[in-house]
């Protein structure tokens, strides 16, 4: 055995087309054709050793009931009684007697062929049997030459009832040198019809395979940098279709996580270097200039305060990027959407009374939903932080929470600058920060609608923003009341509607 696995790797090494796929499938080809071809030369040599079994038999039949018309006994004698000038009966009477047999209750041979002594007596002990039998009698018997022949024997009466036994034969070497000839030729083409079935089973198993080398050439052209390939589907709707359709929407993933890490590189890139210059700039001023303690505490204090901005960023940046990741598990429960919006109502309402804006609530009491409540909260708290920061002093911030058939309806809306149309597009991106102006001197991180967006669509549900300069804004999110599984997303965040 071990001499055997050898040698076939050695035969490998040498052909190495031998361990592919191909080779192994058009095998599986030859071998299964191998078995069903045999399977049915087989078969048909049966079913044609059958056929001259039956033909035989009802030949067999035919004569014998023939014989019963020409034959009579007289004193212990077998008489053939027909018409000698008659051709047909002449044929049909030598015919029987080319293969018979004729003998008394005892044995005692009577008349007999020559072809039929070839074959053999019938003893005593066989006589008595068939003429006690109630069916006809078939025996196979074979003479010197191995030719078989079919012999039929039964009982024929005289006319004072006396039984003698009766045998007339068939010879079935004819249809058995048809059978012989049809198994030589059929198992001589057999090589000829596996070598056909070979070719057909590569050039199959070479077609089957066409797309599994396609997805082998694109996985080479993959690359960080390349993550645009895709396979055309082959619309045959079958296992391959399915690959393919798998293989293309890992790609996708593989894309999007990688668009994720080159935006988080950017976004870090260009967001820590402002207050790192800030700190170092205040550092070289202290070190350059300072010279009493006041100045020294005053460029330490802008140097923390730009820290702290860093750290802020910092820990919005990873929040956010585990978020888009899916590592951040969702807690998801029950939870009553109108109570955590009047909690953080109250709790807004020291910042919007510092700000002399207006802030109500119009709550529907047993709006359950199921979510998780720390983001619900951080969804809550960053609409109505944005809508108080960006509201004059006398304006209105308004949070409604009501049902809305299936779903649970939150608006905050307010009386501020509003939002360019321009803009609108892309206030959920990480990052973005509608361009200041002398209505808008108040700029953020641009993260807090980008966590919005994740905790609305990490929940299942969507979101939507109108807003006009100058007359506000008014941000709806529907979320579902029925509990349903959430699978957290790992794209982006959803863009909002124009």
Same mark, same amino acid.
């Given at each position: 055995?071990?001499?055997?696995?050898?040698?076939?790797?050695?035969?490998?090494?040498?052909?190495?087309?031998?361990?592919?796929?191909?080779?192994?499938?058009?095998?599986?080809?030859?071998?299964?054709?191998?078995?069903?071809?045999?399977?049915?030369?087989?078969?048909?040599?049966?079913?044609?050793?059958?056929?001259?079994?039956?033909?035989?038999?009802?030949?067999?039949?035919?004569?014998? #009931?023939?014989?019963?018309?020409?034959?009579?006994?007289?004193?212990?004698?077998?008489?053939?009684?027909?018409?000698?000038?008659?051709?047909?009966?002449?044929?049909?009477?030598?015919?029987?007697?080319?293969?018979?047999?004729?003998?008394?209750?005892?044995?005692?041979?009577?008349?007999?062929?020559?072809?039929?002594?070839?074959?053999?007596?019938?003893?005593?002990?066989?006589?008595?049997?068939?003429?006690?039998?109630?069916?006809?009698?078939?025996?196979?018997? !074979?003479?010197?030459?191995?030719?078989?022949?079919?012999?039929?024997?039964?009982?024929?009466?005289?006319?004072?009832?006396?039984?003698?036994?009766?045998?007339?034969?068939?010879?079935?070497?004819? #249809?058995?040198?048809?059978?012989?000839?049809?198994?030589?030729?059929?198992?001589?083409?057999?090589? &000829?019809?596996?070598?056909?079935?070979?070719?057909?089973?590569?050039?199959? $198993?070479?077609?089957?395979?066409?797309?599994?080398?396609?997805? $082998?050439?694109?996985?080479?052209?993959?690359?960080?940098? /390349?993550?645009?390939?895709?396979?055309?589907?082959?619309?045959?709707?079958?296992?391959?279709?399915?690959?393919?359709?798998?293989?293309?929407?890992?790609?996708?993933?593989? !894309?999007?996580? &990688?668009?994720?890490?080159?935006?988080?590189?950017?976004?870090?890139?260009?967001?820590?270097?402002?207050?790192?210059?800030?700190?170092?700039?205040?550092?070289?001023?202290?070190?350059?200039?300072?010279?009493?303690?006041?100045?020294?505490?005053?460029?330490?204090? /802008?140097?923390?305060?730009?820290?702290?901005?860093?750290?802020?960023?910092?820990?919005?940046?990873?929040?956010?990027?585990?978020?888009?990741? +899916?590592?951040? $598990?969702?807690?998801?429960?029950?939870?009553?959407?109108?109570?955590?919006?009047?909690?953080?109502?109250?709790?807004?309402?020291?910042?919007?009374?510092?700000?002399?804006?207006?802030?109500?609530?119009?709550?529907?009491?047993?709006?359950?939903?199921?979510?998780?409540?720390?983001?619900?909260?951080?969804?809550?708290? !960053?609409?109505?932080?944005?809508?108080?920061?960006?509201?004059?002093?006398?304006?209105?911030?308004?949070?409604?929470? /009501?049902?809305? +058939?299936? &779903?649970?309806?939150?608006?905050?809306?307010?009386? #501020?600058?509003?939002?360019?149309?321009?803009?609108?597009?892309?206030?959920?991106?990480?990052?973005?920060?509608?361009?200041?102006?002398?209505? /808008?001197?108040?700029?953020?991180?641009?993260?807090?609608?980008?966590?919005?967006?994740?905790?609305?669509?990490?929940?299942?549900?969507?979101?939507?923003?109108?807003?006009?300069?100058?007359? +506000?804004?008014?941000?709806?999110?529907?979320?579902?009341?029925?509990?349903?599984?959430?699978?957290?997303?790992?794209? $982006?965040?959803?863009?909002?509607?124009?």
């Amino acid at each position: 055995m071990n001499s055997t696995r050898a040698a076939f790797s050695r035969l490998v090494v040498r052909f190495p087309f031998l361990r592919g796929l191909r080779f192994r499938l058009t095998v599986s080809y030859i071998l299964f054709f191998t078995v069903l071809l045999t399977a049915l030369g087989l078969v048909f040599r049966e079913l044609l050793v059958s056929i001259v079994y039956d033909q035989t038999a009802a030949t067999l039949e035919e004569e014998w #009931g023939a014989s019963k018309g020409y034959l009579r006994f007289e004193n212990q004698r077998a008489l053939w009684f027909f018409d000698r000038s008659d051709p047909e009966e002449s044929l049909i009477v030598n015919r029987i007697r080319r293969v018979y047999g004729i003998t008394d209750s005892k044995g005692i041979l009577l008349e007999r062929s020559d072809i039929y002594r070839d074959l053999g007596s019938d003893t005593p002990d066989q006589v008595e049997r068939v003429l006690k039998s109630t069916t006809p009698v078939i025996v196979i018997r !074979n003479d010197d030459r191995g030719t078989p022949y079919m012999i039929r024997q039964g009982s024929a009466p005289d006319e004072h009832g006396r039984l003698y036994f009766l045998a007339i034969g068939r010879s079935m070497g004819e #249809g058995l040198r048809t059978e012989n000839q049809f198994v030589f030729r059929y198992f001589t083409l057999l090589p &000829f019809m596996l070598a056909l079935c070979a070719l057909l089973g590569w050039w199959l $198993a070479g077609r089957a395979l066409t797309p599994v080398r396609s997805l $082998a050439e694109a996985a080479h052209e993959i690359t960080g940098s /390349n993550l645009k390939v895709r396979i055309p589907l082959r619309n045959a709707r079958d296992e391959l279709d399915e690959l393919i359709e798998a293989f293309n929407r890992m790609i996708e993933r593989l !894309n999007q996580s &990688f668009a994720q890490i080159r935006q988080f590189s950017t976004d870090v890139s260009h967001e820590l270097r402002t207050p790192l210059t800030a700190i170092r700039g205040q550092l070289e001023v202290a070190l350059f200039t300072a010279k009493t303690p006041e100045q020294y505490q005053d460029a330490m204090v /802008n140097a923390l305060q730009d820290v702290e901005q860093l750290s802020n960023i910092v820990r919005a940046l990873l929040l956010l990027s585990q978020a888009e990741s +899916g590592q951040l $598990a969702l807690q998801m429960s029950a939870v009553d959407l109108g109570n955590i919006a009047g909690e953080m109502v109250d709790q807004y309402q020291i910042p919007a009374d510092a700000a002399r804006v207006h802030l109500t609530a119009d709550l529907e009491p047993s709006c359950s939903v199921h979510g998780d409540r720390t983001q619900i909260e951080r969804l809550l708290s !960053n609409l109505l932080s944005n809508a108080i920061k960006y509201t004059h002093e006398g304006g209105r911030v308004r949070l409604s929470v /009501n049902k809305d +058939g299936g &779903f649970a309806r939150l608006v905050v809306e307010d009386t #501020g600058i509003g939002i360019p149309e321009e803009e609108l597009p892309h206030i959920f991106d990480r990052f973005y920060r509608v361009r200041p102006s002398a209505a /808008n001197p108040v700029q953020g991180l641009g993260l807090g609608l980008s966590f919005v967006a994740w905790i609305v669509q990490a929940h299942g549900g969507q979101i939507d923003v109108n807003s006009k300069v100058g007359k +506000g804004s008014t941000f709806t999110v529907l979320l579902p009341l029925e509990r349903q599984s959430v699978k957290l997303p790992s794209a $982006a965040p959803v863009e909002a509607a124009k």
